[in-house]
């Protein structure tokens, strides 16, 4: 928790200040009391009342004043909060590899299937956009609510020669800078302290509300390195998110003339899957599991492994709740004004009620 006006704590300075004037009050009714020649007399004449009744209204008071002396601070405590505002990159790689059959029928069609799944179950109210990414990296849709545009571009996508990782996370930034100002683009120059130039609203080491996915089944192999672009991120306190799709046995390479394009494969094995398709022969898939996992530990985010379809779908699921709950701090003076003002009124209530004045006794005969 933290406080807006720490030095309004001073308040709190009221309950010390009445109970000196309540000790000199006393002190100086003792100098100036009359003197009876019975305490018998004094005794009649109060109420009758327990030190426990005495003392209670003046906790409970003490404590009223402690929680409204809080509240004239206001308190501040850091939450996980829904955020509509949240953006979410979704970077697919799309290399040749992609075409393996060890998640059969292939790693894309599986992949196709999933993000469908994912875009149209995701009910909060983030955009989504998507890159894509082999040898080089692109804007295939920009951020937006519009589902049947984003199915739309998953269906149509193609594979090509190369990863670029590092260039998928490059792309999604300067996607995300375009509708987040407090985002500045990949050729900005960032402050030391990883403020943002738009100046943003937020402490250093919050996160904006936009994320970036990158889904991917090998490792870097031309552009920029991805702990270079997780870096980027970090200055831009924006969360990676990683997933490593398939499995690493030797699988035929499959695709459907529709997912590939001219330069997937090259040189011997080139052509000629089954299923009237294009594909090559079995090669051993490396997924370089140790930087994706950096790289989603330097931006706060996540490593996902899936080895099927199925876990891949459960990964996709899952991640819009983690995404889009956001840390904020929110104000709760009113909670702590609300709590000081009935226990201040318990004690008022309290005080009266075993106060209030005893029956005259009357002495027999």
């Not at 406080?3 to 109970?19: D, H, N």
């Not at 990883?194 to 552009?223: K, M, W, Y």
């Not at 030797?250 to 394009?261: D, F, L, N, R, Y």
Request: aromatic share 8%; net charge neutral.
């Amino acid at each position: 928790m933290s406080l807006t006006w720490p030095w309004a704590l001073t308040a709190l300075l009221a309950f010390p200040l009445l109970l000196a004037y309540r000790w000199w009050a006393r002190r100086r009714r003792r100098r100036v009391a009359v003197r009876l020649s019975s305490v018998a007399l004094i005794r009649a004449a109060l109420p009758g009342r327990s030190s426990l009744r005495r003392r209670i209204p003046i906790w409970l008071f003490a404590v009223g004043l402690v929680f409204a002396g809080t509240a004239a601070a206001r308190p501040q405590a850091s939450v996980l909060v829904p955020d509509d505002a949240a953006t979410i990159l979704l970077a697919i790689d799309v290399s040749g590899s992609m075409c393996s059959t060890d998640v059969p029928p292939n790693r894309l069609t599986a992949a196709q299937e999933a993000a469908r799944r994912f875009i149209r179950d995701h009910d909060g109210g983030a955009k989504i956009g998507l890159v894509t990414f082999s040898g080089i990296a692109g804007l295939l849709v920009p951020p937006t609510t519009d589902e049947e545009r984003l199915i739309t571009a998953i269906d149509g996508l193609r594979t090509s020669r190369g990863t670029a990782i590092g260039l998928a996370i490059l792309a999604s930034i300067d996607a995300i800078a375009e509708i987040n100002p407090d985002v500045p683009p990949t050729g900005v120059e960032i402050p030391d302290n990883g403020a943002a130039a738009g100046g943003g609203s937020g402490a250093s080491d919050q996160f904006e509300p936009d994320t970036i996915v990158v889904l991917t089944d090998g490792r870097n192999t031309d552009g920029v390195s991805p702990i270079t672009a997780a870096e980027a991120a970090v200055a831009r306190r924006l969360r990676v998110y990683t997933i490593g799709f398939g499995t690493e046995q030797p699988a035929p390479m499959v695709c459907t003339s529709e997912q590939i394009s001219g330069d997937t494969f090259r040189g011997p094995g080139g052509f000629g899957g089954p299923g009237g398709g294009f594909g090559g022969r079995g090669r051993f898939q490396q997924m370089d599991e140790a930087t994706l996992t950096r790289v989603a530990e330097m931006t706060g985010g996540e490593y996902f492994k899936a080895e099927d379809a199925k876990a891949l779908g459960d990964v996709l699921r899952d991640l819009p709740s983690e995404m889009t709950l956001q840390r904020k701090d929110t104000e709760i003076t009113v909670w702590f004004a609300f709590a000081g003002a009935l226990l201040v009124l318990v004690a008022f209530g309290l005080s009266q009620w075993w106060n209030r004045l005893a029956p005259p006794r009357h002495n027999a005969g």
